[in-house]
């Protein structure tokens, strides 16, 4: 079942014009992957919904330009050099981003009194 966030999701997808004519069921794929991700990483257990439509996008949008480097940390194509991180992690601009969602892990409020 596709959740109304994914569909929202998969309609912003298709307006980037590299995303114009891409296969549904690969772009639900990604997005799903990157909003997996984002819940991983912010220590969320739920779908912030439309407050993070453009992060998820963007997120989907970056794992898909990684696809089919996975191990590569430097790329020459011509005169332009292409470097990323070893470990594979996304763009540190989209690594701050998350990081507004980010919840605190291991913090007991009533502990803290």
């Given at each position: 079942?596709?959740?109304?966030?994914?569909?929202?999701?998969?309609?912003?997808?298709?307006?980037y014009?590299?995303?114009?004519?891409?296969?549904?069921?690969?772009?639900?794929?990604?997005?799903e992957?990157?909003?997996?991700?984002?819940?991983?990483?912010?220590?969320?257990?739920?779908?912030p919904?439309?407050?993070?439509?453009?992060?998820?996008?963007?997120?989907?949008r970056?794992?898909?330009a990684?696809?089919?480097?996975?191990?590569?940390?430097?790329?020459?194509?011509?005169?332009?050099?292409?470097?990323?991180?070893?470990?594979?992690?996304?763009?540190?601009?989209?690594?701050?981003?998350?990081?507004?969602?980010?919840?605190?892990?291991?913090?007991?409020?009533?502990?803290?009194?």
């Open positions: 079942m596709t959740s109304e966030h994914t569909l929202r999701r998969l309609g912003r997808m298709h307006n014009p590299a995303f114009k004519n891409v296969n549904d069921d690969y772009l639900r794929t990604i997005l992957d990157a909003l997996a991700y984002f819940l991983d990483y912010t220590h969320r257990g739920e779908d919904g439309e407050a993070v439509d453009s992060l998820i996008c963007d997120i989907a970056s794992m898909h990684r696809m089919g480097m996975e191990g590569v940390t430097r790329a020459k194509d011509g005169e332009i050099m292409r470097v990323w991180s070893d470990n594979g992690a996304l763009d540190p601009a989209l690594l701050k981003r998350m990081k507004a969602y980010r919840l605190v892990v291991g913090v007991n409020a009533t502990s803290a009194i």
